[in-house]
């Protein structure tokens, strides 16, 4: 088990920053999402995690050993990469031996270890299997079994399901999280995938130009975005953003755009300048009586959801309808926003609601 503390962590290439100082604690147990765009630095953070790459500057106490000057091989932990790395030429019971026969590890010892990973993972029927002729699936699976087995205090991996198609993807996803539910050890997960750093995290860390953007649960950061670049990188359509020129005091429970007042929720700050107004494609209401009016220009039917996008005087404006509502291109609708789910941000991009 392990507590990972990062304390100002740093990591330049030359005169390029990589990853700018960095803080943020990985609890014993947790399963933590580095998630951003690709280059944002999360490789690198996590590389520096794994003891592969030295930090510039700053700290990491894994368990309270500052360890950022230590070798991978000092740190107690498995880094799991694309999970396909096997040994062809052995068969499944082999393969999954492997990091326990090259500790030292009695016979008899490693037979047990090995046949109680398989159990975990369901594959003890493969254990005398080549792994040439095994599924994706079953390749995935031995991977984790061979990552597993040592019972590292904590696993580090670096887009381990990147290799795979959206459907298998998914499933995998599913079972490693279900893994990690069985075993609680600490694991840190690089993703750019959005949807899987929400579905399989404890805990993101967004990161966007090697800075850290936002840290929190999952559905902290979808709620209640940091700044624009979460709101627009996290969610699938993006947070609505509508610039306005305006003004509004600490306190302030509402502002005005467009000529029209919306309430707003508990603000943390006042700002000035070009403010944006956030909300959600799921807040934003088709309303005749409401003051905006917005002209449908397309519909996106996507099940039991539709997703509808409209000309309207803040701007366009995207919101998730029910698909039983019957919405027609061209045709002029009124639209609210849920008051309770709107998030404005400074001309800095950050959060003036919380
Ligand atoms: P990706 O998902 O594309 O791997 P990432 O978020 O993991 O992206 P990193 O691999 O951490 O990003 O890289 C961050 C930045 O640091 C990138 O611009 C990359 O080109 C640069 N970088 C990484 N390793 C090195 C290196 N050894 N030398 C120079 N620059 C590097």
Not at 152 to 173: K, Q
Request: proline share 5%; charged share 20%.
């Amino acid at each position: 088990m392990a507590q990972i503390v990062i304390k100002n962590l740093r990591k330049e290439f030359g005169a390029f920053t990589a990853v700018q100082s960095s803080s943020f604690t990985i609890e014993d147990g947790e399963f933590f999402m580095l998630l951003g765009p690709s280059g944002c630095g999360k490789t690198t953070t996590l590389r520096m995690i794994a003891g592969l790459e030295l930090p510039t500057a700053g700290e990491i106490y894994i368990n309270g050993t500052e360890v950022s000057q230590k070798p991978a091989s000092k740190r107690d932990i498995a880094f799991v990469f694309q999970m396909f790395a096997l040994y062809p030429h052995m068969n499944v019971r082999r393969n999954i031996s492997y990091p326990l026969v090259s500790q030292g590890m009695p016979r008899d010892q490693v037979r047990a270890k090995v046949d109680e990973v398989a159990r975990i993972l369901g594959i003890t029927a493969l254990l005398d299997k080549p792994v040439g002729g095994l599924s994706g699936g079953d390749r995935q699976r031995v991977a984790l079994g061979r990552a597993v087995v040592r019972d590292p205090a904590c696993f580090l991996m670096d887009e381990p399901l990147g290799a795979l198609d959206a459907e298998f993807r998914e499933h995998m996803a599913q079972e490693l999280r279900a893994l990690h539910d069985r075993m609680h050890a600490t694991t840190v997960y690089v993703t750019h995938d959005q949807l899987e750093a929400m579905q399989m995290g404890d805990k993101i860390v967004v990161m966007n130009h090697g800075v850290i953007e936002q840290f929190g649960r999952p559905q902290e950061i979808y709620d209640w975005p940091a700044t624009t670049f979460v709101a627009t990188f996290i969610g699938s359509p993006a947070m609505n953003l509508l610039p306005f020129e305006g003004m509004v005091g600490n306190g302030a429970t509402s502002v005005t755009l467009a000529g029209a007042e919306v309430h707003i929720p508990k603000m943390i700050s006042g700002g000035d300048g070009t403010l944006t107004l956030g909300v959600r494609p799921e807040h934003v209401h088709l309303d005749d009586a409401a003051t905006y009016r917005g002209r449908i220009v397309t519909a996106e039917y996507l099940g039991t959801t539709q997703i509808v996008t409209l000309d309207t005087p803040l701007g366009q404006v995207k919101a998730r309808l029910s698909s039983n509502k019957v919405v027609t291109p061209g045709e002029t609708v009124g639209l609210r926003f849920d008051a309770r789910s709107i998030s404005l941000f400074g001309s800095d991009g950050r959060a003036l609601t919380s």
